[in-house]
């Protein structure tokens, strides 16, 4: 490497984080649980009964992928494509009815924090492994319409979701934020959301402890930070400068 690509090099590293990529469930909105209990009543409807070892095998598999585009997990539990889009469909449906019940609401701070991360001149883009309909679900429910400067979903970012890198990749490609991706943050409270930041080369993989997975799991799929809440993650973006 020349003396001026070096130079590159380290500018690049020290560059402004100004990308900020944030998880939705688990990690700025808190949601009681919602996913098990949706994807109860969707597994019933497809004639998985309660109380079976076949339903708490394909429960566990929920929580041991969250963080994962919830197509490709029910690709993975109903083997053939119909059975899997119909799962989705009656998850996504189950989800969206216990959304409107009123049973999400923003983790603590998190608003707070979206607003101070864009008010510090940082784009913020909020992520999910969601279909569209009930990403919109989520945000009308909290009257988060227009908080972040982007949503996406995986099929904003050719259909594939977490733990590939692809939605924080379209996040950098949309936004034109920053210009290069070790400038990108990412925060989630899952380990997949820890692959998918590494994966993007993020500068930032920031895990939190609001959500689903402990520190041993987001440490060990790559966090290079560990936060009890989102509203930490200014301070830290703060001190990094």
């Given amino acids: 490497m020349s003396s001026t690509?070096?130079?590159?090099?380290?500018?690049?590293m020290n560059g402004r984080r100004n990308l900020v990529v944030l998880d939705?469930?688990?990690?700025?909105?808190?949601?009681g649980g919602l996913v098990e209990r949706a994807?109860?009543?969707?597994?019933?409807?497809?004639?998985?009964?309660?109380?079976?070892?076949?339903?708490?095998?394909?429960?566990?598999?929920?929580?041991?992928t969250m963080g994962e585009s919830k197509i490709s997990v029910f690709r993975h539990l109903f083997g053939t494509e119909e059975l899997a889009q119909r799962a989705n469909s009656a998850f996504e449906e189950a989800y969206?009815?216990?959304?409107?019940?009123?049973?999400?609401?923003?983790?603590?701070?998190?608003?707070?924090?979206?607003e101070r991360l864009r008010a510090d001149g940082r784009t913020v883009v909020l992520t999910t492994g969601f279909a569209r309909v009930t990403q919109d679900a989520i945000l009308d429910a909290l009257g988060w319409q227009?908080?972040?400067?982007?949503?996406?979903?995986?099929?904003?970012?050719?259909?594939?979701?977490?733990?590939?890198?692809?939605m924080?990749?379209?996040?950098?490609?949309?936004?034109?934020?920053?210009?290069?991706?070790?400038?990108?943050?990412?925060?989630?409270?899952?380990a997949y959301d820890m692959l998918s930041g590494?994966?993007?080369?993020?500068?930032?993989?920031?895990?939190?402890?609001?959500?689903?997975?402990?520190?041993?799991?987001?440490?060990?799929h790559g966090a290079t930070h560990v936060l009890g809440s989102i509203a930490e993650l200014p301070s830290v973006l703060l001190e990094s400068a």
């Fill in 24 to 31: 939705m469930a688990g990690t700025t909105v808190a949601d």
């Fill in 168 to 190: 924080v990749l379209a996040a950098f490609l949309r936004t034109g934020a920053v210009d290069d991706v070790r400038q990108v943050v990412v925060a989630g409270d899952t």
């Fill in 5 to 12: 690509d070096s130079t590159d090099s380290t500018a690049a």
């Fill in 198 to 220: 590494r994966r993007s080369g993020a500068g930032i993989v920031a895990g939190v402890l609001t959500g689903a997975h402990d520190r041993a799991a987001l440490t060990g």
């Fill in 146 to 166: 227009g908080l972040a400067d982007l949503t996406l979903c995986p099929a904003d970012a050719g259909g594939r979701g977490r733990p590939c890198p692809d």
């Fill in 39 to 64: 994807f109860e009543r969707a597994a019933e409807r497809l004639g998985v009964e309660p109380g079976t070892a076949d339903h708490e095998a394909k429960l566990q598999y929920v929580r041991d």
């Fill in 96 to 114: 969206g009815e216990l959304v409107d019940s009123g049973l999400i609401a923003p983790i603590d701070g998190a608003r707070q924090t979206i």
